[in-house]
């Protein structure tokens, strides 16, 4: 572990910068909520291919951000719940959820930093971290990561999305103020970077296995072995030469189903038509 010094500087560092941030998220919330279905397509292939009923599919959205996310997923009767450092943040992704969970959406998001937060018995079928595990420090990330697994149901997933650099470095980065933060500062970050295979590596450090989708539907394990043009990356449509990195992980030993329309089908849902290479959006 880095010292707790680094460790507190690093989450008061990450708290203010958001808490800034989300006059700029607000201002983009509208194209936030068109793109947000197309983000999270990887995803929701392995929802259709799970099966099972949308209210039985508990989801942690953690660092929620406006509640972008977590307001599309609960719309769309998913039993939805999230944290969130800022509490700017968190005021907006209850304001989100009220519109589905009334007074019950204040219980349903919580503030607070997620290495430190105890989720006592709950346990979730879905754990969405995007744009997440690079706002920690190293080895804070992989911990971030066996925490994810940890509050995993048995068959459950985790989405955990990055941009994808070329090559991988940690520090206090500047992030400007295009989105149209108040008094358009610039707001100094922390941000770890990692190339595909350095992601990849990482969640298999946290005990996650990482996985992706060929174009036939079919479940691709991810590992040091994976060719680059097999990796998981995807051009941003708003940022000429930027891409992300998304990846859906199980826990260890477990897989992801496969749709009755390939041989060794395990469940009886198919994915849908969409292919997830026609997506991404700007994330923050």
Not at 53 to 75: C, Q
Not at 167 to 180: H, Q, V, Y
Not at 226 to 251: E, L, S
Not at 256 to 265: F, K, T, Y
């Amino acid at each position: 572990m880095p010292s707790e010094f680094l460790y507190r500087d690093v989450i008061a560092r990450q708290r203010a910068a958001y808490n800034t941030f989300v006059s700029g998220y607000e201002l983009e919330a509208a194209r936030r909520d068109e793109w947000v279905g197309r983000w999270l397509e990887p995803v929701m292939r392995w929802v259709e291919l799970a099966g099972r009923p949308k209210p039985e599919m508990r989801v942690l959205d953690v660092g929620s951000g406006i509640g972008s996310f977590a307001g599309h997923l609960a719309r769309k009767g998913f039993d939805v719940w999230a944290i969130d450092i800022a509490d700017e943040m968190v005021e907006r992704t209850r304001s989100r959820l009220r519109a589905v969970y009334g007074p019950e959406a204040r219980r349903r998001v919580a503030r607070g930093s997620f290495m430190e937060h105890d989720f006592g018995s709950q346990r979730f079928d879905l754990v969405l971290g995007v744009a997440f595990v690079h706002c920690l420090p190293k080895p804070v990330d992989v911990s971030a990561i066996r925490k994810m697994a940890e509050l995993l149901t048995p068959d459950g997933v985790a989405y955990l999305t990055t941009t994808a650099e070329p090559d991988g470095r940690a520090a206090l980065a500047l992030k400007d103020a295009m989105r149209g933060e108040r008094r358009s500062t610039l707001t100094r970050r922390y941000r770890t970077r990692y190339t595909p295979l350095q992601f990849i590596e990482r969640i298999r450090e946290g005990g996650l296995t990482p996985w992706s989708w060929s174009d036939a539907g079919d479940p691709i394990e991810l590992d040091h072995t994976t060719p680059t043009d097999a990796m998981p990356v995807f051009p941003d449509t708003h940022v000429p030469g930027k891409h992300w990195v998304d990846v859906v992980a199980t826990r260890s030993g477990a897989r992801l189903p496969v749709s009755v329309c390939q041989p060794g089908a395990v469940r009886s849902a198919c994915p849908g038509a969409k292919q997830t290479s026609s997506r991404l959006a700007t994330v923050g």
